[in-house]
Protein backbone atom coordinates (compact mmCIF):
# COMPACT_ATOMS: atom_id res chain seq x y z
CA UNK A 1 0.00 0.00 0.00
CA UNK A 2 1.22 3.82 -1.12
CA UNK A 3 0.83 6.25 1.72
CA UNK A 4 2.32 9.39 2.06
CA UNK A 5 4.78 7.82 4.27
CA UNK A 6 6.14 5.95 2.39
CA UNK A 7 5.90 7.01 -0.99
CA UNK A 8 8.19 9.04 -3.62
CA UNK A 9 6.77 11.59 -6.38
CA UNK A 10 7.72 10.11 -9.80
CA UNK A 11 6.42 12.71 -12.39
CA UNK A 12 4.43 16.45 -12.04
CA UNK A 13 3.30 18.02 -14.71
CA UNK A 14 0.48 19.12 -16.83
CA UNK A 15 0.64 16.69 -19.55
CA UNK A 16 -2.13 13.96 -19.70
CA UNK A 17 -0.58 12.54 -22.69
CA UNK A 18 2.86 11.95 -20.30
CA UNK A 19 1.11 11.28 -17.49
CA UNK A 20 -0.78 8.54 -19.45
CA UNK A 21 2.51 6.97 -20.80
CA UNK A 22 4.15 7.08 -17.12
CA UNK A 23 1.54 5.12 -15.76
CA UNK A 24 1.03 2.56 -18.57
CA UNK A 25 4.95 1.88 -18.17
CA UNK A 26 4.08 1.49 -14.65
CA UNK A 27 1.28 -0.97 -15.55
CA UNK A 28 3.45 -2.45 -17.59
CA UNK A 29 6.29 -3.39 -15.31
CA UNK A 30 3.79 -4.36 -12.22
CA UNK A 31 4.88 -1.69 -10.02
CA UNK A 32 1.83 -0.03 -7.75
CA UNK A 33 1.67 3.69 -8.04
CA UNK A 34 -1.16 6.06 -6.97
CA UNK A 35 -2.14 9.55 -9.27
CA UNK A 36 -3.15 12.56 -7.89
CA UNK A 37 -5.27 15.01 -10.24
CA UNK A 38 -5.56 18.88 -9.44
CA UNK A 39 -7.64 21.22 -11.40
CA UNK A 40 -5.09 24.77 -11.95
CA UNK A 41 -8.02 26.77 -10.85
CA UNK A 42 -10.70 26.81 -8.35
CA UNK A 43 -14.15 27.45 -8.94
CA UNK A 44 -13.32 30.96 -7.58
CA UNK A 45 -10.57 31.82 -9.90
CA UNK A 46 -12.64 30.52 -12.42
CA UNK A 47 -15.61 32.66 -11.62
CA UNK A 48 -13.53 35.96 -11.10
CA UNK A 49 -11.56 35.32 -14.68
CA UNK A 50 -15.30 35.27 -16.34
CA UNK A 51 -16.32 37.98 -14.76
CA UNK A 52 -13.18 40.23 -15.51
CA UNK A 53 -13.97 39.18 -19.21
CA UNK A 54 -17.29 40.30 -18.77
CA UNK A 55 -16.37 43.81 -17.57
CA UNK A 56 -13.83 44.25 -20.29
CA UNK A 57 -15.95 43.82 -22.79
CA UNK A 58 -18.70 45.90 -21.17
CA UNK A 59 -21.08 42.26 -21.09
CA UNK A 60 -20.69 41.33 -24.46
CA UNK A 61 -18.77 37.92 -23.58
CA UNK A 62 -20.50 35.45 -21.56
CA UNK A 63 -17.18 34.46 -20.76
CA UNK A 64 -13.48 35.35 -21.14
CA UNK A 65 -11.28 32.64 -23.21
CA UNK A 66 -9.96 30.92 -19.85
CA UNK A 67 -12.57 30.60 -17.95
CA UNK A 68 -13.57 27.85 -19.70
CA UNK A 69 -10.05 26.12 -19.88
CA UNK A 70 -10.06 23.52 -17.59
CA UNK A 71 -6.62 22.42 -16.87
CA UNK A 72 -5.31 19.72 -14.58
CA UNK A 73 -2.02 18.83 -13.35
CA UNK A 74 -0.95 15.09 -12.74
CA UNK A 75 1.30 14.17 -9.84
CA UNK A 76 2.22 10.34 -9.89
CA UNK A 77 3.37 8.54 -6.58
CA UNK A 78 5.18 4.96 -5.89
CA UNK A 79 6.53 3.74 -3.17
CA UNK A 80 10.17 4.49 -2.09
CA UNK A 81 11.63 0.95 -2.61
CA UNK A 82 10.50 0.83 -5.75
CA UNK A 83 11.52 4.53 -7.50
CA UNK A 84 14.74 3.52 -8.89
CA UNK A 85 12.67 0.46 -11.09
CA UNK A 86 10.45 3.35 -11.88
CA UNK A 87 12.59 5.82 -13.03
CA UNK A 88 14.07 3.39 -15.37
CA UNK A 89 10.94 1.87 -17.05
CA UNK A 90 9.62 5.34 -17.20
CA UNK A 91 13.04 6.84 -18.62
CA UNK A 92 13.24 9.20 -15.98
CA UNK A 93 17.09 9.33 -15.51
Known sequence: ??????RVKLYAD???EA??????????EGI????????SRGALGKALTASGGM???QG?????????QVSYFYTIYVRR???ERARKACGLG
Open 1 to 6: MINVFN
Open 14 to 16: SSA
Open 19 to 28: AANIWGRLKA
Open 32 to 39: PYTMKTQQ
Open 55 to 57: RAY
Open 60 to 68: GMAASSYSD
Open 81 to 83: RDA
